[in-house]
């Protein structure tokens, strides 16, 4: 959510900030700016809309200036325009920041009691002008900043610039992601960045250190001095990435979006080659995990949006393959709904970033209670990573689409192997059946490419289901999930009022809502329940309601039922399903977006990474 990039450099920096702000662009903005110094003097350009507005702006108005901080911004505190957009200033300083201040309201009423006026309606403006006021009274920048910092409650990221300080550039974090990265140096004079994410600087560095909860650190061309949250001087390791790891095109495709899903074979195969003994045929993870799941009671598992609806399939495979018991909690609600947690039992949590603020908050709560904490997650150097007891990557590579799809299916991946581990662990799977299920997994690659293949039948069905006000998702089993998850997809990226339901709730209430307008996407694999869901197909039939159908083509024909559309899968074993069918409802939420003309990869109201509540 939001993007912060900041440089200290040799030469002019506002072409560097807009190429690192475009980088961070997959995190979700309705305004972008930059501030920096010229001659000393602090100079903004600051747009509403897509970071091409701000680049026109420059166009007209260039800045100069070695120094200069940038961020995109996704609206939390007062209306996405020009004037509540970042960086935010005064006479003294300016200001980028991601996160919500929670207690802004009694800090701007203090700040106005000393006669300080407001240009905005963003809780942002008050680190500005409390900071400035600090100045006023004769403290130093980086004392002043030191000196509020503990004022501010909730979650941020801050990266400030100061007046007359044309070698000085400060940042913050407390529960928001914040990294440094090392430039080169010559005769002596380095260059040196602050970023939201590693993906910010990659062009820049191979060499980034990231803060850690609480840190403060002053930037300069000389180095970084990182102080913690109690004022000590402290270091934090340098790690070195890739560049071109980091580097992010669309390839042959219209929309990031489009090339991540046809991406899924190679990453998935990517994510099972580091979890499979294919000579044994058997599950081996790379890395002992410090708790033992024969002894467990129960896991819990907290995620956010797509997350949870892997969490939620997860679920069925670890009560299913090795009898463990789960409860699973939308990370919003367990962070503050207190569950009783047994240290013999362990929460997973899962997260495309590793920084979702609510999932993050959830981890912590499980370790305060004495738990063991296992993390999925794709970024293996970020918080929640670097937090849990122990982590099982993802290898899904960087995902720039708002609407996660490789980053899903690679997480199913995961969890599957982690309940077949489990399994074995725990004397409910034999050794033939792992075996099975190993061969199974290692088909799922190749079913996904073959999945992919029905794209341009689903783009002809996509044209259909765009002319819908509502749209009805239904499955049973694991399918239920993928229902769930289709249905977010389409109102993720198309807008289209849409639900996910259990197959066997239908006549609890939703059939109300059945009739010749509401197309009805069945997820229906031929599996043991597959009967139970061809008669809520004919309970849908039976009251003119459009069925689509996602299942194979034994599943087809025995359901005789005449449909809107079908869309024939590969065969499968029923437990790798839900990974294969993630490919046609990702495809028909993508292709109804297109055909709609929205914007797929940056749909409004929603960020990539939500790191603030």
């Known amino acids: ?92 300083l300016a200001v980028v920041h991601n996160g919500i201040i929670e207690n802004f309201r009694e800090l701007k009423a203090e700040l106005q009691g000393f006669g300080i006026r407001f240009e905005s309606e963003t809780d942002t403006e008050v680190v500005a002008q409390l900071v400035s006021r600090e100045m006023d009274q004769g403290l130093g920048p980086e004392e002043a900043v030191a000196a509020c910092l503990p004022r501010l409650h909730g979650a941020f990221a801050l990266g400030f610039i100061f007046s007359g300080y044309d070698d000085l550039l400060v940042g913050a974090r407390h529960g928001a992601p914040l990294a440094i990265g090392f430039g080169e140096v010559e005769a002596g004079i380095g260059e040196i960045y602050l970023g939201s ?3 910010a600087l990659a062009p820049f560095t191979e060499e980034i250190t990231y803060l850690e909860e609480g840190d403060w650190a002053v930037l300069s061309r000389a180095g970084a001095v990182i102080h913690d949250i109690d004022g000590g001087l402290v270091e934090r390791p340098r790690q070195r990435i890739v560049a071109q790891a980091y580097q992010v095109e669309k390839g042959n495709h219209r929309h990031f979006m489009a090339k991540e899903i046809h991406e899924q074979p190679e990453v998935v195969g990517r994510t099972l080659a580091h979890y499979v003994d294919l000579a044994r045929s058997r599950i081996a993870l790379p890395d002992a995990l410090p708790f033992e799941f024969a002894r467990l009671s129960r896991l819990s598992i907290a995620a956010c949006g797509t997350a949870y609806y892997a969490g939620l399939v997860a679920k069925y495979w670890f009560e299913t393959l090795a009898r463990l018991p789960v409860e699973i909690d939308v990370a919003s609600e367990a962070r503050y709904r207190e569950p009783p947690l047994d240290r013999d039992g362990l929460t997973l949590v899962i997260s495309q970033s590793g920084e979702t603020a609510d999932t993050l908050a959830s981890l912590r709560y499980a370790k305060a209670q004495g738990q063991h904490t296992l993390a999925v997650v794709n970024v293996p150097t970020s918080t929640i990573a670097r937090e849990a007891s122990a982590i099982v990557p993802t290898l899904a590579g960087p995902e720039i689409g708002v609407a996660s799809t490789k980053a899903f299916s690679c997480q199913l991946t995961v969890l599957l192997c982690l309940a077949i581990v489990a399994g074995r662990a725990r004397g409910t799977l034999s050794a033939e059946r792992e075996r099975e299920l190993v061969d199974a997994l290692i088909t799922v690659p190749g079913l996904m490419a073959e999945a992919t293949k029905r794209e341009g039948e689903i783009e002809v ?43 066997g709730e239908l006549k609890h209430g939703p059939i109300a809502l059945i009739d010749e307008s509401v197309p009805v996407i069945v997820i229906a694999p031929h599996d043991a329940i597959f009967e139970k869901t061809v008669s809520n197909m004919q309970e849908v039939a039976a009251r003119g309601g459009r069925i689509i159908l996602i299942g194979d083509a034994k599943g087809a024909a025995a359901a005789g039922l005449e449909t809107l559309a079908t869309v024939t899968m590969p065969d499968c074993d029923a437990v790798v399903a839900p990974i294969v069918y993630a490919v046609p409802i990702q495809l028909i939420a993508y292709h109804t977006a297109v055909f709609m003309g929205k914007d797929v990869d940056q749909p409004r109201n929603l960020a990539k990474s939500v790191t603030v509540e």
Do not use: Q
């Open 1 to 92: 959510m939001c993007g912060i990039v900041g440089i200290v450099g040799r030469a002019f920096v506002a072409d560097h900030l807009i190429e690192a702000l475009r980088r961070l662009e997959y995190r979700g903005y309705d305004s972008a700016g930059i501030a920096t110094l010229e001659r000393g003097r602090l100079v903004r350009r600051r747009a509403e809309g897509k970071l091409a507005n701000l680049a026109m702006s420059l166009r007209d108005e260039p800045l100069g200036g070695s120094i200069g901080i940038g961020h995109t911004r996704w609206a939390t505190h007062g209306r996405p325009n020009e004037t509540n957009a970042h960086p935010h200033a005064t006479a003294r």
């Open 197 to 199: 994410d590693a993906l």
């Open 461 to 503: 069905l996509a044209r259909e289901v765009s002319k819908a006000r509502d749209v009805l998702y239904l499955g049973r089993g694991t399918s239920y999930p993928m229902a769930l998850e289709g249905a977010l997809k389409l109102k993720e990226i198309s807008y289209i009022h849409a639900e996910g339901y259990a197959a």
